[in-house]
């Protein structure tokens, strides 16, 4: 017997979210409530990930309007169901005297009740991604959900440390230390993933090693520093490898504030500035309160001031470990000067093709995972693209440990030949940032 089909109401933030997204229902039907339409049409203008998936999502929808859409539902495609939009509809007692403001929250409940009575044979569930309404919804008596198409269904893999391999044979640390590395066949530890990093230890030694899957050999990974930052623990070690490995052309690092992961991106990018052509470092703007940017004072720089400000920290930190008139402060002001190092809020990169560009994206967990795609799909021959971020300290209102854009990265790229992953667990920025971050 075949299932009834089911269907779901969808709220304008997941439109925001993946404008692909009434694609991904399978053959079930999606209505898209009037209201969200008008409030796409206050996203359209502008340079923020949020309006150009408000054009993309109306671009699509005006290749397959018609009349059809308000009664008979359109075919979104094969095996796939149908689109509808559903007009204004009345409040219900129940929600008048709950709800006494006529947002547009509550006109998408009111359409969701509606659509609950009208297709009473069928399981109806709004999706949104705004917690509140989804409490809302739950206090009608509405099936309700968060979009889950993008989440990450193993969070483990960003929460884990350095591998540890205790009691480790005293044979294979010894080659290790002595030979180019030990083939895939004759390590001890079988299917390792690609770029993998861990630490062999027994009572005698130790040994840093990662699996290089270019040559198919397990290789010993030597502490060394870059630009003038030296590696303080096994972490930023592996990390340091990783951003100067050439074969490696995507790496994700992962951790709380004081890790070093800023700062060892940077520092790895300047290290190796002449086998790039510009060395780009952004992250996204997210303001308070979601307040867009024109309401704060000043020009351009100002509004953007504060928000790059980290990043400019983390270069300092660099040309403060190095003399004033030092040949590395010197290379740092060039480059500055001829835009070869460049800090920038991410909006701005939109557009450009990114050729022998080491790209450096720092607090990536406030990207959706379309937004890292879309960032991904502009490198071009010879860049290097880092993402960097802390899943735990995530501001953007409609994301979550498991639905943001740098752990849904790490899960999907994890065992590419061409990517790398490490997780910094300790911190090194003082005692008392360590101490903070952990009790409070």
Same mark, same amino acid.
């Given at each position: ?55 993309? *999502? ?51 409940? $009111? ?27 739950? +206090? ?27 009691? *480790? ?17 004759? *390590? ?93 470092? $952004? ?37 403060? +470990? ?56 502009? $490198? ?15 501001? +953007? ?22 990517? $790398? ?20």
């Amino acid at each position: 017997m075949a299932k009834k089909k089911k269907v779901f109401i969808l709220d304008t933030n997941v439109v925001l979210h993946d404008h692909k997204c009434i694609y991904n229902f399978e053959n079930n039907d999606v209505i898209l409530p009037i209201v969200v339409l008008e409030e796409l049409d206050k996203f359209k203008k502008g340079n923020d990930q949020i309006h150009y998936q408000a054009r993309e *999502f109306v671009r699509d929808l005006n290749k397959i309007s018609g009349e059809k859409l308000f009664n008979e539902g359109v075919p979104l495609g094969p095996k796939q169901g149908k689109l509808f939009v559903a007009t204004g509809k009345p409040f219900t007692k129940e929600m008048q005297d709950s709800f006494f403001e006529k947002s547009a929250d509550h006109r998408i409940l $009111a359409i969701a009740l509606y659509v609950k009575e009208e297709f009473n044979t069928r399981v109806v569930t709004l999706i949104t991604k705004d917690i509140n309404l989804r409490m809302k919804a739950k +206090s009608l008596g509405l099936n309700s959900e968060d979009y889950t198409t993008d989440k990450v269904k193993d969070i483990d893999v960003l929460d884990k440390g350095v591998q540890i391999h205790e009691d *480790f044979d005293p044979k294979a640390i010894e080659e290790l230390y002595q030979s180019d590395g030990i083939p895939e066949e004759e *390590f001890p530890i079988q299917d390792l993933p690609a770029n993998q990093y861990f630490v062999l230890r027994n009572t005698n030694k130790s040994v840093l090693a990662y699996f290089d899957p270019f040559n198919k050999l397990i290789k010993r990974v030597e502490k060394s520093g870059s630009f003038g930052i030296e590696p303080r623990n096994a972490e930023q070690t592996f990390s340091l490898n990783a951003l100067m490995n050439q074969n490696i052309k995507l790496v994700s690092l992962t951790g709380k504030a004081g890790t070093g992961k800023t700062l060892l991106a940077l520092a790895a990018a300047l290290q190796q500035n002449k086998s790039f052509k510009q060395i780009l470092l $952004a992250r996204p703007i997210v303001p308070l309160a979601n307040r867009d940017l024109g309401f704060l004072p000043g020009d351009v720089n100002d509004k953007i001031g504060p928000y790059m400000q980290p990043l400019f920290d983390n270069l300092s930190v660099i040309k403060h +470990s190095h003399g004033n008139k030092s040949r590395e402060n010197i290379i740092i002001e060039e480059m500055q000067r001829d835009e070869q190092l460049v800090i920038t809020p991410l909006a701005y990169i939109r557009g450009r093709s990114l050729s022998d560009v080491y790209f450096i994206v720092d607090e990536a967990q406030n990207l959706t995972p379309h937004e890292v795609k879309t960032i991904i799909t502009r $490198a071009g021959a010879g860049t290097k693209i880092i993402f960097t971020g802390d899943i735990e300290q995530i501001d +953007s209102p409609y994301l979550d440990k498991t639905s943001n854009g740098l752990a849904y990265l790490t899960e999907k790229m994890k065992g590419q030949d061409i990517f $790398a992953h490490v997780n910094l667990i300790k911190g090194e920025r003082s005692y008392l940032a360590e101490l903070a971050s952990d009790l409070l």
